[in-house]
């Protein structure tokens, strides 16, 4: 598989889980925008054979490399950038919950979940739209999930696939080239803007600004029925340049921290 028909399988499976973004991307075609992706992110833990060591490996294959690491200890997380050699590939962001973090009953469900992957799953790209890669957790168990950690909560529930897509703000005209810009233009089709932190995370300072939509909330199959809850959302990145004239390629910590939140239910202000 080459890297754009990887995009092209992730994209398809996202929509499904993200008609927000599906939506909004239209509505920026329709307005005779360019919509360039910048990356995706993907969630993951540390356990058995999707830990990131094991999970990056397809990432590899396609021709990525290790950009940056980025830790975020309050929420028990690390992440790695990446980066792909061939102009116009977006990048990628890959976290994993640090499971040790957590109280010994969360570590224990998700030791429950994490054993019934098997490691055949992590050698092809196909990984990451597979989905949940264990039996339905019941919403016991992800509410339980969910009160210690929004993102083992998310994980459990939603499994590997796309958090979210990535509009590079860059590229679009310049009635539309700010964050606050594309966030309007998202509020006024009547999308929800994530506010946590503040509208856009990050500054020209730190070379990248960036918001997103609040994820949207969908019907998901448990083990006891279904049940409603936050899903995937729509990402929107303006990046500067570096001292030396080239965009900054990386992610800002502080940034993604919030972006973690887009997926927080709308009545758990962070
Ligand atoms: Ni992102």
């Known amino acids: 598989m080459d890297v754009h028909a990887f995009f092209e399988a992730l994209w398809a499976d ?10 909004i991307r239209q509505a920026l ?15 993951t833990l540390d356990r ?21 690491p980025y830790a975020f200890p309050d929420k028990h997380l690390r992440a790695y950038g990446y980066v792909h050699p061939e102009p116009g590939v977006p990048k990628v962001f890959l976290s994993e919950l640090l499971t040790d973090k957590l109280t010994a009953r969360s570590r224990a469900l998700l030791d429950g979940l994490a054993h019934q992957v098997d490691a055949d799953l992590v050698r092809g790209p196909e990984v990451f739209w597979s ?20 993102y083992a909560g ?8 796309a958090n979210h897509f990535t509009v ?21 089709r009547g999308h929800e803007a994530n506010d946590r932190g503040g509208r856009v995370k990050g500054a020209p300072g730190v070379l990248l600004e960036q918001g997103s939509t ?38 800002v910590a502080a940034n993604a921290d919030r972006i973690f939140e887009s997926t927080n239910a709308r009545d758990r202000a962070a």
């Open 214 to 251: 609040m994820a949207d909330r969908l019907p998901v199959a448990f083990a006891d029925g279904d049940f409603v809850v936050p899903t995937c959302f729509y990402e929107f990145a303006l990046r500067h340049a570096q001292a030396d004239g080239s965009l900054y390629p990386g992610f």
């Open 14 to 23: 996202f929509v499904t889980v993200a008609p927000a973004a599906a939506s």
């Open 168 to 188: 590079f703000v860059n590229a679009l005209s310049p009635a539309l080239r700010s964050v606050e810009a594309v966030l309007r233009f998202a509020e006024a």
């Open 154 to 161: 998310w994980l459990a529930a939603m499994g590997l696939r």
């Open 131 to 150: 989905g949940r890669p264990w039996s339905a957790p019941t919403h016991t168990t992800y509410q339980h999930l969910l009160d210690e950690s929004e």
């Open 29 to 43: 075609v329709d307005a005779g925008e360019t919509v360039v992706n910048d990356h995706v992110a993907f969630r």
């Open 48 to 68: 058995g054979a999707i830990r990131l060591d094991a999970l990056e490996q397809p990432l590899l294959a396609l021709g990525y490399e290790r950009l940056a």
